[in-house]
């Protein structure tokens, strides 16, 4: 027997053991002999981390398609691994280190920190694949890889001296994101743009030879005005008549008294200030590419720790030396003051970028990195998604993967970091450069340049973790090999990840997939949306809105929140998740156990051979022709990427069509004497549970697996079952008239609730003047409507009693004798009150979204908010309407 309520924490560790250890997560398991093959590769969180709800998200969505997958009887791998996360990762044992006051890394040497990386690795590092076990991920935990294993080193070292070899990866000196805290340069994606309080300062630049048209100097405005000491030129547009006699001209620098030039360049705008910039190349990413199209020298200030370095080339003078660029910036201003060249201030909001992890201003800083040719690799992975051979979901994104990969820049892979791929690059005494799978490989490539052995030194930087995430489908099939697992599941199916990588992650494996397998990793690329607060707004600690996905999983269950996720993943909308939510669809599992423990009770069981085609029963024809609708909707629905409809549609039709509608009206069968009627009705209602089952599980892998276990004699596992049919026979009479007596039932229910008719009241329908087909149904009916509509009698009759709701069904009028029961004028007084409430709120809503003030100032969150609750007003105004058009007067 069925416990009285579900417990969630007694089951999931249970039935989750038992799938794990009957291999029911392994590739192939379940397939057909002729099912094709499907394969996902996990997005590998970091190994430094712990779930959140983007991880829940993902991992959901990834998991509802490889159950539904495997149900359907297809060849399913869900490949799972970590990233190592190399900043991430050596910041984590850096501060281990600190904690336990043992030697830092450098003390350590390189070879003895990366060891105790590794120990860490394995103490700690599995934290994020038990919690995904927790949620429920079904992944072929025996295939689980890392990015630094051995098997993708090998695929790295391989790609890294492949494309050196074509050409495509080349040493560069160009501007990146310096973080001077760990010193190294970092991607755009862990630089965090801030808006902070700041300052725009004025300076006048003299002209070296004098007045040109009156104008003896230039002004520029900085919000950096430490970096002037590398300017390399002031530039102005060619448009701008006011500076046109001065393109060519010598400025004099003051403080560094270097002499630039004033040169003509489409980057200034000449309504923006004074029209006129000043190009510091080593320093700022604008500048650096004003400074390569006009030959401008580009002039480094600082070093790696963004201290202030005092060279020939840039002529700071010596009190500058080692400065921090803050403190530079001060000396700079009280100089500048004392010169006589300080021209004013503002302050001013400005964007600043910080390392996402140093918490520190990044640096544009100019160095020597590895970088790959992304122009040339981006080319067929342009084409791909213009061709249709990979499709993005929502489409919209892929204007912005077209944006981005047409302006593409040189990739810089190299990092100042010793956890990682260390780059197969060495050097030679006179800095040739020898990059070989190994030293071996690079001592022979030496001996053939210079004739005899000569003493190599390896690149110590190391690259950049995007670049093995790059190789991650075919890598982790176990390429360079042709493994059977490569020739079987690559092409993979579906990438399931966020927007916020569509860049980083997404276009990389298009671009490494078409390069070195000649085919596009994944046909479908599926960008979910952020979940946020139920405000709308971004989680972050600091605002204190973030929610635990396994504080959620240990309140409501695995499943709830699963099925919350589903429910609210419409395409190219964020999530605004409440606990309430969540709270919600727990209710919902208990709702489908409370429907289990009703179909035990009357002893519903589906006997061997029963054929649901042939009942004969007109509910039991309606409720197996509902399930199959049921199953084809949530289909159609998974094919095509949209969650949130499929789980709506399960969720309508265990809810309101099994459990409120067809258990209800099938009471009078499980409990009457009519012996064949009632054994088809149990034997119907625990065949649709079994197909509720199925088709529930990809969205509750736990409380249905329980389910199955538990209601009847079975040995195989709901998660290997076959996926139900979505065809049955279509008894169109029995279909219409179930559907008629629901909405009846409903409508009359509404009224009830509307018109405040009290609980305990019964009161009569009146037909009128119905067609045969409807006084045929109210005869067949009676009884089922007396009973759930809480009639006391069900009539015809020429005309609508006087004081009567009308109800419109199809062209039929049924009527609510509500005389002596309501107050037809209270009512009338109450709803027209609550309409005229509803249409003030409404004015004012529609005034504030219509007012361009608020629209441009209000946060996005805030104005999208509003438009839901003017949305969700007019609905009910709408809908008061309605109720007030009954009442007449």
């Known amino acids: 027997m069925l416990d009285k309520a579900y417990d969630p924490a007694s089951v999931e560790q249970r039935i989750y053991a038992r799938w794990e250890g009957e291999g029911a997560f392994r590739a192939g398991a379940g397939a057909r002999p002729?099912?094709?093959?499907?394969?996902?590769v996990i997005p590998p969180p970091n190994v430094t981390g712990s779930l959140h709800m983007g991880h829940a998200l993902n991992n959901t969505l990834q998991d509802i398609l490889v159950r539904y997958k495997r149900m359907l009887g297809l060849n399913v791998l869900w490949q799972p691994g970590t990233d190592h996360a190399g900043i991430a990762t050596q910041m984590?044992?850096?501060?281990?280190?600190?904690?336990?006051?043992?030697?830092?890394?450098?003390?350590?040497?390189?070879?003895?920190?990366?060891?105790?990386?590794?120990?860490?690795?394995?103490?700690?590092?599995?934290?994020?694949?038990?919690?995904?076990?927790?949620?429920?991920?079904?992944?072929?935990?025996?295939?689980?890889?890392?990015t630094m294993d051995e098997g993708l080193s090998r695929a790295v070292l391989k790609v890294f001296v492949d494309l050196y070899r074509e050409g495509l990866i080349y040493k560069d000196k160009r501007l990146v994101n310096w973080d001077p805290v760990f010193q190294t340069a970092i991607s755009d994606l862990e630089v965090e743009q801030r808006e902070v309080s700041g300052h725009m300062w004025s300076f006048a630049y003299p002209l070296a030879d004098g007045p040109v048209d009156g104008i003896s100097e230039i002004v520029i405005s900085t919000t950096r005005p430490e970096t002037m000491l590398g300017d390399g030129a002031v530039a102005v547009h060619p448009s701008d008549e006011r500076y046109r006699n001065l393109v060519g001209k010598l400025v004099r620098l003051p403080i560094a008294e270097r002499l630039i030039p004033?040169?003509?360049?489409?980057?200034?705008?000449?309504?923006?200030?004074?029209?006129?910039?000043?190009?510091?190349?080593?320093?700022?990413?604008?500048?650096?590419?004003?400074?390569?199209?006009?030959?401008?020298?580009?002039?480094?200030?600082?070093?790696a720790e963004a201290r202030m370095i005092v060279t020939p080339e840039n002529n700071v003078p010596a009190h500058y030396a080692g400065l921090d660029r803050y403190d530079a910036r001060e000396l700079v201003l009280k100089e500048i003051k004392e010169l006589g060249f300080y021209r004013g201030e503002e302050e001013k909001i400005i964007a600043q970028p910080f390392g996402d992890r140093s918490g520190v201003v990044i640096e544009p800083m100019l160095t020597d990195q590895w970088y790959v040719n992304a122009e040339v690799l981006a080319k067929p992975a342009i084409e791909a998604v213009e061709q249709g051979r990979t499709k993005i979901v929502p489409q919209n994104w892929e204007k912005t993967y077209f944006e981005w990969m047409r302006n593409i820049q040189p990739w810089c892979i190299?990092?100042?970091?010793?956890?990682?791929?260390?780059?197969?690059?060495?050097?030679?005494?006179?800095?040739?450069?020898?990059?070989?799978?190994?030293?071996?490989?690079?001592?022979?490539?030496?001996?053939?340049?210079?004739?005899r052995d000569v003493e190599l030194t390896r690149d110590p930087d190391v690259l950049d973790t995007w670049f093995s995430s790059a190789l991650w489908p075919f890598s982790t099939l176990g390429w360079p090999d042709r493994t059977p697992e490569l020739q079987r599941y690559y092409q993979t199916d579906v990438l399931v990840t966020g927007f916020d990588i569509l860049f980083f992650w997404v276009a990389r494996m298009m671009m490494m997939?078409?390069?070195?397998?000649?085919?596009?990793?994944?046909?479908?690329?599926?960008?979910?949306?952020?979940?946020?607060?139920?405000?709308?707004?971004?989680?972050?600690?600091?605002?204190?809105?973030?929610?635990?996905?396994?504080?959620?999983?240990?309140?409501?269950?695995?499943?709830?929140?699963?099925?919350?996720?589903?429910?609210?993943?419409?395409?190219?909308?964020?999530?605004?998740?409440?606990?309430?939510?969540?709270?919600?669809?727990?209710?919902?599992?208990?709702?489908?156990?409370?429907a289990a423990r009703f179909c035990e009770m009357n002893e519903c069981s589906v006997p061997a051979g029963f054929d649901a085609a042939g009942v004969s029963e007109p509910l039991n024809k309606w409720i197996v022709a509902s399930a199959a609708d049921a199953v084809r909707e949530v289909e159609a629905a998974l094919e095509a990427y949209r969650f949130n409809d499929a789980a709506a549609a399960v969720?309508?039709?265990?809810?309101?069509?099994?459990?409120?509608?067809?258990?209800?009206?099938?009471?009078?069968?499980?409990?009457?004497?009519?012996?064949?009627?009632?054994?088809?009705?149990?034997?119907?209602?625990a065949f649709v549970l079994d197909e509720i089952l199925k088709v529930l599980h990809p969205f509750m892998p736990f409380v249905t697996e329980e389910l199955w276990q538990r209601t009847a004699k079975r040995d195989g596992l709901l998660m290997l079952s076959p996926w139900p049919s979505a065809q049955a026979p279509r008894d169109e009479m029995a279909i219409?008239?179930?559907?008629?007596?629901?909405?009846?039932?409903?409508?009359?229910?509404?009224?009830?609730?509307?018109m405040n008719v009290p609980a305990g009241a019964q009161i009569p329908v009146v037909a009128?003047?119905?067609?045969?087909?409807?006084?045929?149904?109210?005869?067949?009916?009676?009884?089922?409507?007396?009973?759930?509509?809480?009639?006391?009698?069900?009539?015809?009759?020429?005309?609508?009693?006087?004081g009567s709701v009308q109800i419109v069904l199809g062209d039929q009028v049924m009527a609510l004798p509500l005389k002596g029961i309501i107050d037809f004028d209270a009512e009338r007084a109450r709803i027209d009150k609550e309409i005229k409430k509803s249409d003030a709120e409404i004015g004012k809503l529609e005034a504030k979204l219509s007012n361009e003030g608020f629209l441009a100032k209000a946060p996005e969150d805030v104005v999208e908010e509003q438009r839901e609750r003017l949305s969700g007003l007019v609905t009910s105004r709408d809908r008061l309407q309605e109720i007030r058009a009954r009442l007449g007067g």
């Not at 002729?34 to 996902?40: A, M, S, T």
């Not at 409807?774 to 006087?802: H, I, N």
């Open 513 to 594: 997939g078409l390069h070195f397998l000649d085919e596009e990793p994944f046909h479908t690329v599926y960008i979910h949306a952020l979940v946020r607060d139920e405000r709308g707004q971004k989680m972050s600690k600091s605002k204190g809105n973030v929610l635990d996905p396994l504080e959620l999983i240990d309140s409501y269950s695995a499943d709830a929140l699963r099925f919350t996720l589903a429910a609210m993943a419409a395409q190219g909308r964020d999530i605004k998740l409440a606990p309430a939510r969540v709270e919600g669809y727990r209710n919902f599992s208990t709702k489908l156990w409370n």
């Open 414 to 451: 190299s990092r100042q970091l010793w956890w990682g791929h260390q780059i197969p690059a060495w050097y030679g005494p006179d800095g040739d450069v020898f990059v070989a799978h190994d030293e071996d490989e690079a001592r022979a490539q030496a001996r053939e340049k210079f004739g």
């Open 92 to 146: 984590v044992v850096e501060r281990q280190l600190m904690e336990r006051q043992q030697p830092d890394r450098r003390a350590l040497g390189r070879e003895e920190f990366v060891r105790r990386i590794w120990e860490w690795k394995e103490e700690s590092g599995g934290t994020i694949v038990n919690q995904l076990r927790r949620l429920g991920a079904s992944c072929d935990w025996s295939r689980e890889r890392f």
């Open 768 to 802: 009128v003047n119905p067609d045969p087909e409807t006084a045929g149904r109210l005869d067949r009916f009676g009884e089922q409507l007396t009973r759930l509509a809480r009639l006391s009698s069900v009539e015809t009759g020429a005309a609508a009693p006087d």
């Open 262 to 303: 004033i040169i003509a360049d489409e980057y200034p705008d000449p309504e923006f200030g004074t029209g006129a910039v000043k190009i510091t190349g080593a320093h700022d990413f604008n500048d650096f590419d004003v400074a390569r199209r006009n030959n401008i020298p580009l002039i480094p200030l600082m070093d």
């Open 736 to 754: 219409a008239d179930t559907e008629w007596l629901i909405g009846l039932i409903g409508a009359i229910r509404s009224v009830r609730a509307e």
């Open 651 to 685: 969720f309508r039709f265990v809810w309101n069509t099994y459990c409120d509608w067809y258990l209800e009206l099938a009471k009078p069968a499980l409990s009457g004497s009519d012996g064949a009627a009632k054994d088809e009705t149990r034997a119907t209602a």
């Open 34 to 40: 002729d099912g094709d093959n499907y394969c996902i």
